[in-house]
């Protein structure tokens, strides 16, 4: 059987709801906020960057400055995110194992975070890319590195060019969307398990309804 690697294909992969059913921004801010009102205004946040309405560097630096989060509440979340990981990535994790070298993380989301989530599925660290949390000398999250590309506007197209190789870009949002839409990419599979944003279908070159779909595309496309 073809791999990724034998191929020279790359899957570029996004993470929340993604690779996990929810956004871990959001999460973090069930654990770190008290009123619903609070969260809801990360969860709006969010939407409007996802469907690419509002930047999503603007988008970040909201949602951070909202959260008044510690460095406690990342174990928190971790643990909760552990319970919240997407069932079709679950049930493929050998696949991760076999195409370790070809699967790249691409996520606005939180090194802190999502590194120990992916642990099982064997994906190399260097394959990681994502944002980095400031903190206070009392561990209370006051920012982002703005010097990560991903802290940035188009952020994720950046990270994505870096990487040689045919690429597919698999994920939920309009961030996605822009690697391939800014040649970053030749394909974009909307992943589309856990959150449809019908603003996208029109734009994808496949709807994905689980990772499965997601294999059984790139066998028929790329004969891996």
Do not use: W
Request: aromatic share 10%; net charge neutral.
């Amino acid at each position: 059987m073809n791999t990724l690697e034998s191929k020279n294909i790359n899957l570029l992969i996004d993470f929340d709801s993604t690779i996990i059913k929810d956004e871990s921004l959001e999460l973090l801010s069930e654990i770190s906020l008290k009123t619903p009102n609070d969260r809801k205004k990360i969860a709006d946040i969010t939407n409007e960057a996802m469907n690419g309405t509002i930047e999503f560097s603007d988008a970040l630096i909201r949602r951070v400055a909202l959260l008044k989060a510690k460095k406690h509440h990342i174990k928190k979340v971790t643990n909760r995110i552990n319970l919240t990981i997407t069932e079709s990535f679950i049930k493929n994790k050998m696949f991760f194992r076999n195409n370790n070298l070809n699967c790249y993380i691409i996520s606005g989301g939180f090194l802190e975070i999502i590194s120990p989530v992916l642990e099982p599925f064997h994906i190399n660290k260097k394959n990681i890319f994502a944002n980095n949390f400031i903190y206070d000398d009392d561990d209370n999250i006051i920012s982002i590195d703005i010097e990560n590309p991903l802290s940035q506007d188009k952020g994720k197209v950046n990270i994505a060019k870096n990487i040689h190789g045919r690429k597919i870009i698999i994920g939920d949002g309009y961030t996605d969307y822009e690697i391939k839409k800014f040649g970053g990419a030749e394909k974009f599979i909307q992943f589309s398990e856990n959150i449809n944003r019908s603003v996208l279908n029109p734009l994808a070159d496949y709807i994905a309804y689980s990772f499965d779909d997601v294999i059984n595309y790139i066998q028929k496309i790329y004969n891996i």
